[in-house]
Structures are given as structure tokens and as C-alpha cells.
DNA sequence: TAAAATGTTCTCTT
DNA sequence: AAAGAGAACATTTT
């Protein structure tokens, strides 16, 4: 679920609650060190005794801001989010904790471990290291016709790069495609310049909603794919998935390895050429 | 119960 | 060499 929109409402979040207070101690949960880039004692030498004053988000990785220029960066997998939390027991699958002075704490919890949780000083040398596009949400139609000039590969998969457009996931491709009529096997060279600039615009356009929501895609507007997407059956408007322009089915494929929700008939069935109403 | 799951990274082809 | 395809990763949920 930590897509770019999940990133930076944890980013907000993280601003909100845990600025300018003194950290006390960090806590490892056993077996857990695996998901720290840097030994765990020098992770905790960083931290302890320092404060966080301000926070930055590049594509789907969190930087905290430490006190002496360093960072703290946060990369929460397929199930990590963060909670402060005041009470003993911490909350569910909090694999890491950092609690401050003040008697609180902010957990990574992270069900599946799948997060990571790195150390740098130097954000722009660490956004190269991970090769880091430009970010999803502020990125032109001009860095996305750059970023996918030359690809041969579906376009599905070619948005799901990191270092095309950081922070997209696969929901947000699959609605990014159904907005703009576009079959995620297309490939990236029979798409035209014009749905090059619709996808940028789409694209930016669903972060901007998805952020304004905070990532709560249940009551997400009406006409957007998502809204049937991760919904038990008994809990789907019509108990079957059905494409809100066209009425027709939505269907589930796997693109590249993933699992693709899209509508045949809006999106046409794989060829550049698609009915556009 | 077995299968699938949001993401990344490694390895094996082409 | 580089790009793409697919598996692997750890665990929980359906």
C-alpha cells in the first residue's frame, strides 16, 4: 500500500508528531536488524540524544531530518506506516520503535517486514545511489517523455520504475492507465506524444486527490477504478466488478508479474488504437 | 489451505 | 553492455 500518497501523508504525520523532541532510545525488535542498512548501534548513536527538525519525501522513501544535517531514511515495503503512540503496549507489528524523552514513541510497524531503514548525509548523493527519478507528484510531461523515450517494455511495467517516475505503485499505474483509455500492455513506443502529456497530467492529478484523501481509497471519488479495488465482494457496490464510464466488466490480468484491474472495453485490448468516447 | 499481496532487488536471459 | 522478464524476499490475510 505505501505508494507515493501513503509516503507522504506518514510524512505529514511524522512533522505533526514527532519535531524537536528528544530522543530517548531505539528499539530493535529481534531478527529485525535484517531490515537496517547500517549496523543497528551506529543507527542508535545517530539517534539518541538528537531531535528531528523537518522531514522530505522523494518517490515512496521518507527522510527525516536529525538535528546535526544527517537523515534518517525510511522506505516502508508493502506494509510498513508509522505510529506515535503514548500508552506501554505498542501497537501491533511494530518491528522498531524510537521513543522520546517526553514518554512517547514513534513505531514502524511493518507486518510483513518488507520496510528498510537506512542513514545518510547526503540526500541528493542517496536519491542517485537508489536511482531515484524525479518525483511522481511535481515531475513535467517532459521529464516523463525522457524518462520512457527509448523503452521497449509494456508501459505498465515501464511506470512501475522507480527511475521513470518515483512513488508510482501499482494502483496508481492501473488507475493512471484507466483514466487515460490506455491498455497496460501497450508498448511504450506506440504510445503518442499527446498520451504521454494525458498520463503526466492524470498521474499528477490522482496524487493530488489520493494526498487530499490521505490515501483512503474507500471514499475516493466516484469514477475512479480504485474504488473497487481491495473491496471484499459483500462489500462491492454491485457485487461484481463493473467499469464506472462504461458499465461493462473489469477485469484482473497479471502485467509484468502484476496484478492489473482494468476495463477491455475503455482500454481497448492491447493496440495503440483504442475507442475513445 | 493454498494462493496472493501493495515493493524492491537480484539473477538470468536475451 | 544493457534491458527486460521473472523469481525471491517474509509474513499475513483471504
Redesign the pocket.
Known amino acids: 500500500?505505501?505508494?507515493l500518497p501513503e509516503v507522504e501523508t506518514y510524512r505529514r504525520y511524522f512533522e505533526e508528531v514527532a519535531l524537536h523532541l528528544p530522543i530517548e532510545e531505539l528499539t530493535v525488535e529481534p531478527?529485525y536488524e535484517?531490515r537496517l542498512l547500517v549496523p543497528e548501534a551506529e543507527l542508535r548513536a545517530a539517534l539518541v540524544g538528537r531531535t528531528f527538525v523537518g522531514s522530505e519525501r522523494r518517490?515512496?522513501y521518507l527522510f527525516a531530518a536529525i538535528d546535526d544535517g544527517r537523515w534518517l531514511v525510511l522506505?516502508f515495503?508493502?506494509?510498513g506506516r508509522l505510529q506515535y503512540f503514548g500508552d506501554e503496549t505498542p501497537p501491533q507489528?511494530t518491528r522498531l520503535r524510537i521513543d522520546f524523552e517526553n514518554g512517547y514513541a514513534l513505531a514502524l510497524r511493518d507486518?510483513?517486514?518488507?520496510a528498510r531503514v537506512d542513514l545518510t548525509d547526503d540526500l541528493e548523493a542517496y536519491r542517485q545511489r537508489?536511482k531515484l527519478g524525479p518525483d511522481a507528484l511535481t515531475m513535467t510531461a517532459d521529464d516523463l517523455r525522457r524518462a520512457l523515450h527509448?523503452?521497449?517494455?509494456?508501459i505498465k511495467?515501464a511506470l512501475?520504475d522507480?527511475r521513470v517516475a518515483a512513488g508510482v505503485?501499482?494502483?496508481i499505474v492501473d488507475e493512471v492507465l484507466f483514466q487515460t483509455y490506455i491498455h497496460p500492455e501497450t508498448r511504450v513506443y506506440e504510445l503518442e506524444d499527446g498520451q504521454i502529456e494525458e498520463m503526466q497530467r492524470a498521474l499528477r492529478r490522482i496524487l493530488e486527490v489520493a494526498i487530499a484523501y490521505e490515501a483512503h481509497y474507500r471514499t475516493f471519488p466516484a469514477g475512479y477504478l480504485i474504488r473497487n479495488r481491495w473491496v471484499?465482494d459483500d462489500e462491492r457496490d454491485e457485487g461484481a466488478y463493473v467499469c464506472p464510464r462504461c458499465a461493462g466488466p473489469i477485469v484482473?490480468a497479471r502485467v509484468?508479474?502484476?496484478?492489473t484491474f482494468l476495463c477491455e472495453t475503455c482500454q481497448g485490448t492491447s493496440a495503440p488504437h483504442k475507442a475513445r468516447p
Open positions: 500500500m505505501p505508494e531478527g535484517k518517490g515512496k522506505h515495503g508493502m506494509t507489528f507486518p510483513r517486514k518488507f537508489r527509448g523503452k521497449k517494455t509494456m511495467p512501475l522507480q505503485g501499482n494502483w471484499k484482473y509484468g508479474g502484476r496484478g
